[in-house]
């Protein structure tokens, strides 16, 4: 092969990925616009996991004083609704901050952004913690930890709202629902963690120290995080990060139908659909994480079995998500939206038969029910977020919205289910059986709503597309070896007619009709 630079390649070439003895080679594709090549990068995976940690990290700043709520008020003297607060409160400061953090992507990048979230995380760790000073007043402490629980609040959609877009960024079509499943699913592990640590420490003052070192630890872990890889490894990562203002004048109707976030009226309401019954049913199981104690504690259940049975319920969620998404990737490929229809039975079955299973000493009932939620709720999780990527076209835009959605929901609940809590001469006293009620409802409610949804996977089509036009444009082919490594200014070209074409893919992993695999770089 003559060597030649990308660049000089002629228009309308086209180039597909082909077994060679000198070692892998990578998808390229020629267009009008110039050279384009698919490429997949080992150390996505090392940003992958960093997203995790964080995620981690940030999902127990909503629930850590749940299921200590009765000890934190036999220690610093506050009312329930107050530590109810803790976590009400970041939800409140969520709502801004998701609006804010795709245009802080935009302006500063995906890692300056993260270091922001890094320095949140240990001013509120050390904020926090100062409120639990024994030398304070009731008052003091209360500021202090609620400071810091607001602090918190800000970097949590920092990290959270990233993970669609990494996944895009840096992942093919058969690992993205997984790599979205990965990271979409540590928040829900932080609440866990939040739910089980909290009750093993001795004192309250202790726990907070503990979740402080936490935070403080997991915080340098933010310099692993990675902007976008050098070449995209498909076609929808090779656009520009969509702007937050898109996915509003898409929702209204107002883009132009040749732009590539431009959504049809069935589009606009599915998202519309999406957005309300991913921020009930998430909304559902912060609302529970937070208010376990007090829903189980009247009926005889400890701090620790209300911690355990909530971390059971996003345990078992992993678990199921780990199974269930590289079905999602490779088998369910095109069926996400029937996926979630078939499942939300299931979980609005559990969610009602709560009603009348929370009673004394049933404690195995419990652990199965919050287990089948847990399981059902959790392996939807990605799915609805990578159906909305598909829908919408907007990673940044859909997410944020979405867990905005999951955050005001959740607010309301745990305020309305409050509200809802019984006096002290009920039986038994201060139950919560009419917020257990209400929260039935709204998942019942919910899971209806889902079937009114079309699904239909947009992007995944024209991601498919655009990887096959290789295979089907025989004339004018190259094929182009480019190097493992990640440099990218030479590579080898030599024109290959369609004849030679058609013989070359029948002895390679090429098949008419299927898309050629990126290799790792």
Known sequence: MAKSDLSK?????????????????????????????????????????????????SGMVLVWFGPIANNVV?????????????????NVVYL???????????????????YIGAVLFVISAWVRYAGTAKSLTKDGSLALIMLGQLIAGFSVPIFQILIPSYSERWFDLKGRTTATMIMGLANPIGNAVGQVVPPLVSTTRQSVLVMGI????????????????????TFAATHKRPSMMSLVHAMLGKSPREDYTFMTVRQRIDFAIMLVVFGILVGVINAFTILTAQQLGPYGYSADTAGLMGGLLLLVGLIAAAITAPLYDRVFTHHLALAAKLTVPIMAACWLSLIWEIKPNNDVALYVILGIIGGTSLSLLPVVLELAVEI??????????????????????????GALRAGP????PLNMHRAVIFQAALVTTAVASVYLVEGKQTRRSQDEDKRDE????????????????????????????????????????????????????
């Open 470 to 521: 290789a295979l089907h444009q025989h004339a004018g082919v190259a094929v182009v070896e480019v190097p493992a490594g990640d440099s990218e200014a030479e590579v080898e070209a030599s024109p290959v007619s369609a004849h030679e074409l058609d013989s070359m893919s029948s002895h390679s992993r090429l098949r008419p009709g299927h898309a050629p695999e990126p290799v790792s770089g």
């Open 74 to 90: 036999e220690e610093f003297g506050f009312t329930l609704d107050q530590i109810n607060w803790f976590g009400n409160v970041v």
């Open 96 to 114: 801004p901050s998701a609006i804010m953090v795709p245009y802080l992507y935009a302006r500063l990048g995906v890692r300056g952004t993260s």
């Open 214 to 233: 936490i935070f403080t630890v997991a915080a340098p872990v933010v310099l692993l995080v990675g902007e976008d890889p050098p070449t995209p490894p």
């Open 392 to 417: 919408t076209r907007n990673a940044d835009g859909s997410s944020a919205i979405l867990w905005l959605s999951t955050n005001v929901f959740g607010l309301v609940f745990v305020l309305v289910e």
């Open 9 to 57: 390649c002629e228009e309308g070439d086209a180039s597909i990925e082909l077994p060679s003895r000198k070692g892998p080679v990578s998808v390229v594709e020629r267009s009008a616009d110039g050279p384009q090549e698919y490429r997949l990068y080992k150390r996505r995976w090392i940003g992958l996991i960093a997203v995790v940690i964080l995620n981690v990290v």
């Open 425 to 428: 001469d009920a039986n038994p």
